[in-house]
């Protein structure tokens, strides 16, 4: 529980995260972050709603057609169509789904492997967690796409590989970041006196370690998502990652690259909307990130 | 004509919940060659003070003054860099003191080649060993090739003290420069400070929090709290007759080893914490706390004048310390 | 001396632990494809066969063409540089006064539109943002051609693999000409490409810039009557360089995905469109060999900038 004093000096008892939030709130680029996030994340999960047709519906008799704001644009049409007649808007409520359930995906399976591995490597120690460092370490060299693009290369492309290519190109760096921080808080006099108290195994690492480490962690994850969200969308747009009919993000700008001349709006109207959700979370974890400091600062 | 006077600084900046007065109403005159003390507890704004009147402040901070002259010249916010050319500082922490990437010759070079412009490098070279050896270090030649890293605190105050004297500096302002020193090395400083003082005719403004390094090198002293200046005084008299109920807490919540009268056996505190900055109460900042206060305390005192003992208080104590408890 | 070959070692026992890797993948690969129970034994000779391979310079041929790797390897190597490069050079000669600029008055207009487009552009897709400006300046404006090296109609040989220099040492009548059409051809992959190393490098040099100004010395330097640009560009910037540097190696990945992406888009003969190819076609042999030399190429440069990290931190050296 926190005490703060409100606008009249008098003093209150609340929950930390309302302190938190108070404090966020006074960043204007995060909330202003957090407002285009949730429009982004009610959209997408009210694609049903908002999305006036299925994505692989093709209009025939209007085929390119420019978004409703330009000279020719119908309005059934929001953002117009594309090469084969579909709908872009609804495509781009489909594909955003698409990618950022995927990109989430991936994070739960990065993380979790990356997590676990780590945490099992520190407590059991010796050559076996050497090894294993050494050879995240290893993978740490290389780009993220390179390794993805590898494990692709396995496992000929589509959606599910690429959401197993990423999560694999993603689990070294969850490891090595829970792995630091944990050889961090182990060194922390606080760890020692607990384990002086009689704490160890299970106890010390979920009373003790745990809650530590999950602030990193967790800053680690969000920071993560746009990096999942842009890999997927790489993947799709170089072709090795949702096909079609399947609708992604990046496949969407895929495909529709060789009509760029003849319809740009097939372009830059999905791009826009991934460029924004994108933005937006960079807003939030760093609003987010930039409060855990300051909080840290205060104390 | 004082070195350097200074009437009603006030520095504000923007925070959180409004502004926050760092320094307010706080005068201070130090004549040539005087070496000053300033006392006052962490956040009472001392640092602040002493970086306003060199104008080293960020450019958000808020500063403000009825009248500011410097060896005899009026400043302005316009002149202020007559002040910063004509006066140093040397900080607390050695380590963040000196440029870490830099060797301690290269620093020195470039101190004295701002100084010197038209020097020649031989001269350059001439004067930076010779700073460094009136700081008390011996053979400087081997010194000057070396990082900042290299040393031990101490000397690398030193170095510090020999960088701020660079460009002769007609008043050195330092701002807790011994307190993270061991007590032998502090000695040292401070009287190499005095040595420097009185050689150099360069004045001195020591900021501190500890009155034992004022007893020993200062003649006067003024004591600050919540950004205020409370009281200006000779130091004796700040230790033996202090007018203010801030400073006479201050005074006696020093251990005293020794020679002492039976009653001062405990150690005396003021009830109650220092206020946050952007809670400083309004007129007397010391008014909530003070055991001596009344209802006038919430306009803030004018500052008596009374045979160089400057004070600002609605109920000044009119005894003598050492002869009456209450 | 000794941190460098300690640096030299660390390498190679990298390039070791990338063989075995690389080995792997390429029998994961395999495997999949022809189930022929192997005991591990054959393993090991399989392995050391790998090795003595790429000791004596082969490293696989490219399947139907049959041309060796590390040939392709040298000649797309040249290309992939001259993307790489200006962009490296553009991202430190533009980031570095920018963010300088937006020091000097914090949270003055400067600073927060280079604070704000910082962020934009660091969000930016790559692939994105390589498209838009193919719209807006190949087909719409028609200032640039589209993609592709060189116009078809020059006939320039390839010498180096890199368009620029392959010109210039041409015989051909026409060389001039081509020089200046390969130039043309740089621009807008080099401005896609730039674009994401330019907004780090300000964001982070004017965020470690504004720390190092807030320490002590600057306050003291500046009472010594230093200017307060001087402390800026010699003593601030030293100092903010450092942590930048240290995240090189982070900087040079992303470096690498983009390259990949924009070779994509403009249709760029670099390493990029090779491995993309090379993945399409899953080409396991030619990717063994290919992974090997672009791990060694990444490793290099990991190794390089390390060297740079301590050489100019002399708090390291002691």
């Not at chain 1, 990618?99 to 945490?119: C, D, K, N």
Request: charged share 15%; aromatic share 10%.
């Amino acid at each position: 529980m926190a005490l703060y004093i409100d606008r009249f000096g008098e003093a209150k008892i609340i929950h930390p995260f309302q302190g938190l939030w108070h404090l966020y709130k006074l960043n204007n680029a995060a909330m202003f972050g957090l407002l285009i996030l949730s429009i982004v994340v009610i959209v997408l999960i009210l694609t049903p709603v908002f999305a006036p047709y299925e994505a692989d519906r093709q209009f025939i008799n209007a085929l390119f057609s420019p978004p409703s704001w330009a000279k020719n644009g119908h309005i059934e049409y929001l953002f117009g169509t594309d090469e084969l007649g579909r709908d872009i808007f609804s495509r781009v409520l489909i594909g955003g789904r698409t990618t950022i359930s995927s990109a989430m995906l991936v994070i739960l399976m990065a993380s979790s492997v990356g997590v676990t591995l780590s945490l099992l490597g520190t407590s059991i120690g010796g050559w076996l967690d050497k090894s294993i460092s050494w050879f995240f370490e290893l993978l740490l060299t290389f780009p993220s796409l390179i390794t993805s693009l590898l494990v692709v290369a396995l496992l000929g492309p589509g959606l599910f590989n690429a959401v197993i290519a990423v999560a694999i190109a993603m689990i070294p760096l969850f490891y090595t970041t829970t792995r630091s921080e944990t050889l961090n808080q182990m060194r922390q006099p606080y760890f020692a006196a607990a384990q002086l108290d009689g704490a160890k195994g299970l106890r010390l690492l979920t009373s003790t370690l745990i809650p530590n480490i999950s602030n990193p962690i967790f800053i680690q994850f969000s920071l993560s998502l746009s990096s999942a969200i842009l890999e997927i969308a790489t993947l799709g747009f170089l072709g090795f990652g949702a096909q079609s009919p399947q609708t992604e993000w990046g496949t969407i700008l895929g495909e529709s690259r060789a009509y760029s001349y003849q319809a740009p709006w097939v372009i830059w109207l999905p791009g826009l909307s991934m460029f924004l959700t994108l933005f937006a979370i960079k807003l939030v974890t760093d609003g987010v990130r930039e409060t855990l400091e300051y909080d840290q600062q205060l104390k | 004509m004082p070195l350097l006077q200074i009437e009603e600084l006030n520095v504000s900046f923007p925070g959180l919940n409004g502004e926050i007065r760092a320094v307010s109403n706080s005068s201070l005159s130090i004549e040539a060659g005087e070496i000053r003390g300033i006392i006052g507890e962490s956040g009472s704004g001392k640092s602040v003070f002493a970086q306003a009147l060199l104008g080293l402040l960020s450019p958000t901070a808020k500063v403000s003054y009825d009248y500011f002259s410097f060896d005899n010249q009026l400043i302005t916010p316009g002149n202020q860099h007559i002040v910063t050319q004509g006066s140093s500082i040397i900080f607390q922490d050695p380590d963040n003191s000196l440029n870490p990437s830099k060797t301690i010759g290269n620093q020195l070079h470039e101190s004295l080649y701002l100084h010197h412009p038209h020097a020649s490098k031989d001269f350059l070279k001439e004067q930076a060993l010779s700073l460094l050896q009136d700081v008390g270090l011996s053979s400087p030649e081997s010194l000057l090739g070396l990082y900042p890293h290299q040393f031990a605190a101490g000397v690398n105050q030193r170095i510090m003290i020999a960088l701020a004297l660079a460009c002769s500096p007609k008043l050195l302002i330092a701002d807790e420069a011994t307190t993270n020193l061991d007590m032998t090395i502090q000695s040292q400083i401070l009287e190499l400070l005095t040595r420097l003082s009185q050689e150099r005719g360069m004045a001195v403004l020591t900021i501190t929090h500890d009155f034992s390094i004022l007893t020993e090198t200062t003649d006067t002293t003024s004591v600050m709290y919540c950004g205020y200046i409370l009281e200006t005084s000779s130091t004796e008299t700040l230790l033996t007759h202090p007018k203010h109920p801030y400073t006479r807490a201050l005074v006696n919540s020093i251990p005293q080893l020794g020679l002492v009268k039976k009653s001062r056996t405990h150690l005396y505190a003021l009830p109650g914490s220092v206020p946050p900055a952007d809670k400083i109460p309004v007129g007397c900042p010391l008014g909530p706390r003070c055991p001596r206060a009344g209802r006038e305390c919430v306009k803030l005192p004018e500052m008596t004048h009374k045979d160089n003992h400057h004070f600002r208080c609605h109920f000044p104590i009119e005894f003598n310390l050492w002869e009456d408890q209450r | 001396m000794l941190f460098m070959s300690k640096q030299f070692i660390r390498l190679l026992v990298m390039l070791l632990g990338i063989t075995l890797l690389d080995f792997i993948f390429f029998e994961l690969a395999q495997s999949s494809n022809t189930l022929i129970p192997v005991s591990p034994l054959e393993y090991l000779s399989s392995y050391q066969q790998f090795l003595f391979q790429m000791f004596q310079g082969d490293f696989g041929t490219i399947h139907p063409s049959n041309e060796a790797i590390l040939q392709q390897f040298f000649i797309k190597l040249p290309a992939s540089l001259e993307l790489i490069i200006p962009s490296i050079l553009i991202a430190w000669l533009v980031g570095v006064p920018l963010a300088v600029m937006a020091v000097k008055k914090p949270l003055g207009w400067v600073d927060r539109i280079v604070q704000f487009l910082g962020s934009l552009i660091y969000s930016l897709p790559v692939f994105w943002w390589g498209l838009i400006l193919l719209i807006i300046f190949s087909t719409g404006l028609e200032w640039f051609p589209v993609g592709g090296r060189l116009d078809y109609i020059y006939d320039i040989q390839t010498q180096t693999g890199s368009a620029l220099i392959d010109t210039l040492l041409s015989t051909q009548s026409y060389a001039n000409e081509a020089f200046f059409d390969a130039l043309s051809r740089t621009f807008l992959p080099i401005l896609t490409l730039a674009m994401l190393p330019t907004a780090y490098i300000t964001l982070q040099i004017r965020s470690h810039l504004e720390e190092t100004l807030q320490y002590d010395y600057m306050k003291s330097a500046k009472a010594r009557g230093m200017s307060h640009s001087r402390i800026i560009w010699l003593h601030g910037l030293p100092n903010a360089i450092q942590p930048v540097l240290n995240s090189m190696s982070l900087q040079f990945s992303m470096l690498i995905t983009s390259t990949i992406i924009v070779e994509f888009i403009y249709s760029w003969p670099g390493l990029g469109h090779w491995f993309l190819v090379l993945v399409q076609r899953q080409d396991y042999l030619a990717l063994r060999g290919a992974l090997m030399l672009i791990a060694s190429a990444i490793l290099l440069a990991n190794t390089v900038t390390d060297i740079l990290k301590y050489w100019s931190n002399p708090r390291l050296q002691r």
